[in-house]
């Protein structure tokens, strides 16, 4: 079974940085395809960035150039480094591991909330 425990939530001004981590507990990390998705109030949960077993990143339009996704298999995490935050990036943000090709394996964290405000 995997745990995922997200850390590095908090509150903002516009134009700060952020970074969240996310720890996975089981076993096989580096097979998992990990990614970062947010939700916030009344709107449904979305991507925000992935990135795959062998590195290959993939981005949401609305951060693109201003966040960074990063894995580290030696430690089974994954980090989501935001700068130039925006009051829209308020959200609840959650990890996500998944095996692509086995349904059966796909895992949520908690979620950690980042407050973007003056």
Same mark, same amino acid.
């Given at each position: 079974?995997?745990?995922?425990?997200?850390?590095?939530?908090?509150?903002?001004? @516009? $134009?700060?940085?952020?970074? !969240?981590?996310?720890?996975?507990?089981? &076993?096989?990390?580096?097979? *998992? %395809?990990?990614?970062?998705?947010?939700?916030? @109030? $009344?709107?449904?949960?979305? !991507?925000?960035?992935?990135?795959?077993? &062998?590195?290959?990143?993939? *981005? %949401?339009?609305?951060?693109?150039?201003?966040?960074?996704?990063?894995?580290?298999?030696?430690?089974?995490?994954?980090?989501?480094?935001?700068?130039?935050?925006?009051?829209?990036?308020?959200?609840?943000?959650?990890?996500?591991?998944?095996?692509?090709?086995?349904?059966?394996?796909?895992?949520?964290?908690?979620?950690?909330?980042?407050?973007?405000?003056?």
């Amino acid at each position: 079974q995997v745990q995922l425990v997200e850390s590095g939530g908090g509150l903002v001004q @516009p $134009g700060g940085s952020l970074r !969240l981590s996310c720890a996975f507990s089981g &076993s096989a990390f580096n097979i *998992y %395809a990990m990614g970062w998705y947010r939700q916030a @109030p $009344g709107n449904q949960r979305e !991507l925000v960035a992935d990135i795959t077993s &062998s590195g290959t990143t993939n *981005y %949401a339009d609305s951060v693109k150039g201003r966040f960074t996704i990063s894995r580290d298999n030696a430690k089974f995490a994954v980090y989501l480094q935001m700068n130039s935050l925006k009051p829209e990036d308020t959200a609840v943000y959650y990890c996500n591991a998944k095996i692509p090709w086995a349904d059966e394996y796909d895992f949520w964290g908690q979620g950690t909330q980042v407050t973007v405000s003056s």
